[in-house]
């Protein structure tokens, strides 16, 4: 029988080829932090460039009942019908007397555009034996939302 003797030993082709492969590797990772680094300092110029301004909240008490009790007296009136236009009525009060970072808000839905929203709600939650009813409070906040601008 003939003894085949194996060389686990690489050849000089095969050092020199690892070799190469981890200088590539090192330098892609060092190009990559640079390239954090980078990122890293234009956010931070970012923030310091970025004026704080105030935040807060200029509507008063008696203001905040007054529209509730007529909003609330409009909706026993009419059935009903008319709480869409209660809802903005007081959203946009809300957002007349809001200011963040120095800018005012301002609510540009209307009654109309959340009439037909209501009916859908209202016949989902007769047909679902109130359980959609948990939803609507989103659904209103999420039109809310769609419809507040800055100033």
Not at 89 to 116: D, E, P, Y
Request: charged share 20%; proline share 3%.
């Amino acid at each position: 029988m003939e003894e085949t003797n194996i060389n686990l030993e690489p050849n000089a082709e095969q050092q020199v080829e690892t070799q190469t492969t981890d200088d590539k590797n090192v330098i892609e990772e060092v190009i990559g932090m640079k390239d954090d680094i980078k990122t890293e300092e234009i956010v931070m110029v970012q923030a310091e460039e970025k004026q704080v301004l105030p935040s807060y909240f200029d509507g008063g008490l008696l203001q905040m009942i007054g529209w509730n009790l007529l909003g609330t007296l409009v909706t026993m009136v009419t059935l009903g019908i008319c709480f869409p236009w209660a809802i903005c009525m007081m959203l946009k009060w809300k957002a007349r007397h809001t200011v963040i970072n120095g800018q005012r808000l301002v609510f540009k839905g209307s009654a109309v555009g959340l009439f037909g929203h209501w009916i859908k709600w209202l016949l989902l939650s007769i047909i679902t034996v109130g359980i959609y009813g948990l939803w609507i409070p989103i659904k209103i906040l999420k039109w809310e939302t769609k419809y507040t601008e800055f100033e």
